[in-house]
């Protein structure tokens, strides 16, 4: 074991008298303790006080947009901190990931990049406590065990609470974390137990919580007008107008940028209030250099699609064995078309940052799920150092990817050097959030596939048409190739040709993989309909063949890595078996016309799940989901089963909402959906009647669950409405077709 000795000073630097409490004494030089996923240094004392009446103080490291990692991330310390839920308290952390370690929320990472990390820092502070104690009884440490926030020695009969000892802690020697001796998941004690999310009552009773609640004395509010077409630029406004207006305090232009995840042109307007900011913003009078974008539409998309589709693809991605003669020789060849619409994110809170520049200083208060990269970005927009910009986290609501870009927090941060002094209160409308977002890409693809004599899947094409910029594909919009069932099909090609864009887009929830599991497990099932087969067990067949290396593509450059690449069969076949089993899939057959069970199944962001709905569809086309049924394997933990199902359950939900109303259409480079109205989410009537959550736990390391239970679901309810009628679905969304919810 190697230690570090505490010196006077860094003791002075970590005792907390306010209450009389002390931060546990670890205090140590950068790069003592572990390391975060990028090198930063932690240290279990910017996690963990205690205080003399023995409450404890967690830190919840991570952004929280309604994932429950304020929750979860402070669960796995205290649990290996070994004390009672009931003593502690949750505060979040600021941002600074030298002392953290990275902060983000997304991808589902939170869970894979800190189960270890906060366990040790859980049990780093266990062992200081530990040694305190064993100091005061000058007995062995080893022969001290502890509980419920007191250590004891069983020996002598004597105990004493963690409040007691923190003193004393402060004194101790920082222990090797990679030497510490974490528990046995038989110890846990809070890890594993349904455990309430620690902002549930200011939530329900509608307390001050979220980003667009914060408050500030003498704070001013902001709206910033942008070009309707991304990539827009003012030409003229009517600025002495809008100054003239009551409470108006500043109107300028912001010249901006060309790149649209920072800042671009558009008009800034501060205000006394936000009512007086909206109302300048409705008089507001701008003409725009609207840029190449205006030339783009959705229908220009959809027409060069379909021109594409049946030609060669411009690049080949991945390409397996012999795609033409397989077809050539197939029992059966089956053929089919599938699209998808751009979605936005539509998080109930839409975009709102506060930030006060005064004396060359700049701090933020920001929901941000990357408040690293928010940093960066403010600093090299503005032209200022890093160091000179204090960032505060706060709690978002919602964010789906959304606010993995920071543009509103650079133009917030913009706005108020410019105002220079007083605090400001950037808050999006909801014109703003849904017309300015950085979309879940559309795209259409072109499925050949081929079956043999015994219905074996022997050859797959998918000409994917998507999106991009000259070679280089837009954000989320591609198709790595190791997208599962690339890799057991024998004769395997795909190929892509690109869209020219202009609009943003970015990650969505499931990012690719909410389209992607809706078209290729769409068309899997078209091929075992078409084989004659059971759709779970053509799926769990064709799971068995032997996995094929991805090779390089011919003549060109193609996607390589992702998720994809670290499938394993095995656990994708557990889960299809266990949702076979609890949804009953075989009394499939006696259902009632009109109503029908389907399956989906889905590799995304570590997790394997699988999905079955139960579905009726009426004669007008209104859809009910009577049951859905969701198995995954996420590893050997589930944290909070409390939040696991409500995670899933989200899944569900917002699957169901991108299936059947959610579009984002452009016409002359310009969204057209502004609003709820036209762009409508589910509604709790239209919900399934019942949801049912299962979890297989496996030998792996625990992944999140933020993400990989939603695709499924957008596969399985199109799949469940072909069993109900026939009717094969391969355009979103349903609206499309003639459906509604029932």
Partial sequence: MTTQTVSRRAFLQVSALAGGGLLIGLYGRPGAGAQGPQGAPLSPHSFIRITPDGLVYIKAKNPEVGQGVRTMLPMIIADELDVDWASVRVEQAEVDQEKYGVQFAGGSLTTPQNWTLMRQMGAAGRHLLVAAAAATWNVPADECSTANGEVRHAASGRTLGYGALASRAAEMPLPDLATLRLKDPSQFTIIGKPIPGVDNLKIVTGQKLFAIDFTIDGMLHAVFEKCPVFGGRVRTANLDAVRAMPGVRHAFVVEGGDDLTTLVGGVAIVADTYWQAKTARDALEVTWDEGPTASQSSEAWARRAAELGPQPPAQWVRTDGDVDAALASAAKVVEAAYSYPFLSHAQLEPEVCTARYRDGRLEIWSPSQTPGNALQA????????????????????????????????????????????????????????????????????????????AGRVVAWRNHFVTFGRGTQVAGQAGHTGTDYPGGFIPNYALGQSLLELGVPTGAMRAPRSNALAFVLEGFLDELAAAAGYDPIEFRLQLLQQPQIPLAPPPGGRGGRGGFGSQFDAARMRGVLELVREKSGWRRRTSLPAGRGMGVGAYYSHMGYFAAVADVSVDAERRVRVHNVWVAGDIGSQIINPTNAANQVE?????????????????????????????????????????????????????????EPALPPVVAAIPNAIFAATGDRVRTLPLAKSGYSWA
């Fill in 378 to 453: 403010v600093a090299r927009t503005l032209g200022i150092d890093q160091t000179a910009i204090t960032m505060h986290q706060l709690r978002g609501g919602g964010g789906f990817g959304r606010r993995l870009t920071n543009d509103y927090v650079v133009e917030a941060a913009w706005i108020a050097r410019e105002v220079n002094g007083a605090p400001v209160k950037l808050q999006w409308t909801r014109e703003d959030d849904m017309q300015h977002d950085f979309y879940r890409p559309g795209g259409f693809h072109f499925f050949k596939g081929g079956l043999d004599a």
């Fill in 650 to 706: 989200g899944s569900v939900i917002e699957a169901m909402s991108h299936l059947m109303s959610w579009e984002i259409t452009f016409d002359r480079g310009r969204a057209v959906e502004s609003n709820f109205h036209q762009y409508q989410p589910m509604r709790m009537p239209q919900a399934p009647e019942h949801i049912e959550t299962h979890f297989l736990t496996t030998a792996n390391p625990p992944t999140g669950l933020g």
